[in-house]
């Protein structure tokens, strides 16, 4: 199979890019006392931080096990935050969905660049009460509602037209995107929790010697470990 050959001025631009981190640094003495904590500071500076520019600050990337043994990533967004862990929401048919089913490990990471943070989460999936489910569901707008009956996610469909028509046949089920019956929430479709095991904070710093603290769950308690950048 013929390949394409190098193109040296695209790889002298990207060698090129660089940023220097100096909004600050992260010490042990920063921390909360446990992680959930700690992100939730954290998030809320994130939120504040849109008005700079930071975009879509409850994105995640979320990376599952793939069928063969790989990993498979996709950003999903997170919709919910408690002291047991991260929640989002998706069709259970999904590839992600499949495979959490399969083997619920997985790990989430939140890359809040105008702030120089990221966050790192390990952990386990599990399948939220149906009636939080409902809940949510309930508060989304009306044409995402009717977005997740028509849509069968992950899935071959034959071009643009076919997924246009059953979104058509799915609003015309429920009343309309402009009706007022409710709409129930698919059986197909909820909410997963990430219950973490380590919560990594990373913090830029200049020269590249990043700030990296990770909660650990050992025996059940929280323990913070520094890492080298």
């Not at 921390?31 to 849109?50: K, S, V």
């Not at 879509?56 to 069928?67: H, K, Q, R």
């Not at 076919?162 to 009343?175: K, V």
Request: charged share 25%.
């Amino acid at each position: 199979m013929a390949t394409s050959a190098p193109d040296p001025d695209l790889t002298a631009r990207l060698q090129a890019l660089r940023e220097e981190y100096t909004a600050g640094g992260l010490a042990e003495a920063d921390l909360a006392a446990d992680p959930m904590t700690q992100f939730r500071r954290w998030l809320d500076e994130a939120i504040a931080a849109q008005s700079v520019g930071l975009v879509e600050p409850n994105a995640m990337v979320l990376s599952t096990i793939g069928p063969t043994g790989g990993p498979e990533s996709r950003t999903v967004l997170l919709k919910g935050l408690d002291e047991r862990g991260f929640v989002f929401f998706t069709n259970h048919r999904s590839d992600k969905g499949n495979q959490l089913s399969v083997d619920p490990r997985c790990a989430l990471h939140f890359g809040w660049y105008a702030l120089e943070r990221q966050v790192r989460v390990v952990g386990e999936a599990e399948i939220i009460d149906r009636a939080e489910t409902e809940a949510y569901f309930a508060t989304r707008p009306r044409a995402s509602q009717i977005g997740a009956w028509a849509s069968p996610q992950s899935r071959l469909v034959a071009d643009r037209a076919a997924l246009e028509e059953a979104y058509a046949e799915a609003a015309q089920t429920y009343g309309g995107v402009d009706g007022t019956d409710p709409v129930p929430a698919p059986p197909h479709w909820g909410g997963y929790r990430v219950l973490p095991d380590s919560v990594e904070f990373w913090q830029g710093r200049v020269g590249r010697m990043h700030d990296r603290l990770r909660y650990h769950s050992f025996g059940g308690e929280w323990e913070v470990e520094r890492l080298a950048p």
